[in-house]
């Protein structure tokens, strides 16, 4: 696998031509939710899962966690990230799915990051490739569940991501950050049966999220365009 080889420096310069890149491209980036973030205990680590619709998922959460004094890394398609090799510098690092020897280590690496440093969040896109957003049901690896049986305790929160068009030539963003919770690790595990909770959630937060957006109940999102 490929490992992360993080730069601040470059994470900066990063962040200034990402930023620009979204404005340039989106309309707006909507969120709600992010004082949910403020509830974790600064002494466990974070794990991310979020749906993945479209390219530019890990573009719009990398922006968001600037917001945060998070340590954050990303796991990402090893083919992607070959072709994309400065991202290591951003924290990503690399998973092949298919074969699970090579998956494995991707999981040990994301928990040992976990555990290095409680600021830490690690960002994993669990469906493992792009899908359309209301394809149902939605199904997750179990690399998400194991991640977390494996660094024994951490938080764990869901990231909803939609793209719409409404009254503006340039599509808009919107994303829900859902409730963050902790998980202790007490012997009595279940990585499946975790798994299938974890799906269950980022589709009612999906489905939450395209409600309020068909309803047009958005008067609660931040805009951080």
Same mark, same amino acid.
């Given at each position: 696998m490929?490992?992360a080889?993080?730069?601040?420096?470059f994470?900066?310069?990063f962040?200034?031509?990402?930023h620009?890149?979204l404005k340039?491209r989106?309309?707006s980036?909507n969120?709600?939710?992010?004082e949910?973030f403020?509830t974790?205990?600064?002494n466990?680590?974070l794990?991310?899962?979020?749906?993945?619709?479209?390219?530019?998922d890990g573009l719009v959460i990398?922006? !968001?966690?600037?917001?945060?004094? $998070?340590? +954050? *890394? @990303?796991m990402? #398609?090893?083919?992607?990230l070959?072709?994309?090799?400065?991202?290591?510098?951003?924290?990503?690092?690399?998973?092949?799915?298919?074969n699970?020897?090579e998956?494995?280590?991707s999981i040990?690496?994301?928990?040992k990051?976990?555990?290095?440093?409680?600021?830490?969040?690690?960002?994993i896109?669990?469906q493992?490739e792009?899908?359309?957003?209301?394809?149902?049901?939605i199904k997750f690896?179990?690399?998400?569940?194991?991640?977390?049986e494996?660094?024994?305790?951490?938080?764990?929160?869901? !990231?909803?991501?939609?793209?719409e $068009?409404l +009254? *503006? @030539?340039?599509? #808009?963003?919107f994303?829900?950050?859902?409730?963050?919770?902790?998980?202790?690790?007490?012997g009595?595990y279940?990585?499946?049966k975790l798994?299938?909770?974890l799906?269950l959630?980022?589709?009612?937060d999906?489905d939450?999220?395209?409600?309020r957006?068909?309803?047009?109940?958005?008067?609660?999102?931040?805009?951080?365009?």
């Amino acid at each position: 696998m490929l490992e992360a080889k993080k730069s601040k420096l470059f994470e900066k310069i990063f962040y200034v031509y990402n930023h620009n890149l979204l404005k340039r491209r989106f309309h707006s980036l909507n969120i709600r939710g992010s004082e949910n973030f403020s509830t974790k205990d600064p002494n466990f680590p974070l794990l991310i899962y979020a749906n993945h619709s479209s390219w530019w998922d890990g573009l719009v959460i990398f922006e !968001i966690l600037q917001m945060f004094a $998070f340590e +954050n *890394y @990303f796991m990402m #398609e090893e083919k992607q990230l070959k072709n994309l090799p400065l991202f290591r510098k951003l924290g990503a690092f690399s998973v092949i799915r298919e074969n699970p020897r090579e998956s494995l280590k991707s999981i040990n690496y994301a928990v040992k990051k976990l555990k290095e440093n409680p600021k830490t969040a690690v960002v994993i896109f669990p469906q493992g490739e792009i899908l359309p957003n209301d394809l149902r049901p939605i199904k997750f690896f179990n690399g998400v569940s194991k991640i977390i049986e494996k660094s024994e305790k951490c938080y764990y929160v869901s !990231i909803a991501v939609r793209y719409e $068009f409404l +009254n *503006y @030539f340039k599509p #808009e963003i919107f994303v829900n950050i859902g409730s963050v919770k902790k998980i202790e690790n007490n012997g009595n595990y279940e990585y499946k049966k975790l798994t299938n909770e974890l799906e269950l959630e980022l589709t009612r937060d999906l489905d939450k999220l395209k409600e309020r957006f068909v309803s047009n109940k958005l008067n609660d999102f931040e805009n951080l365009l």
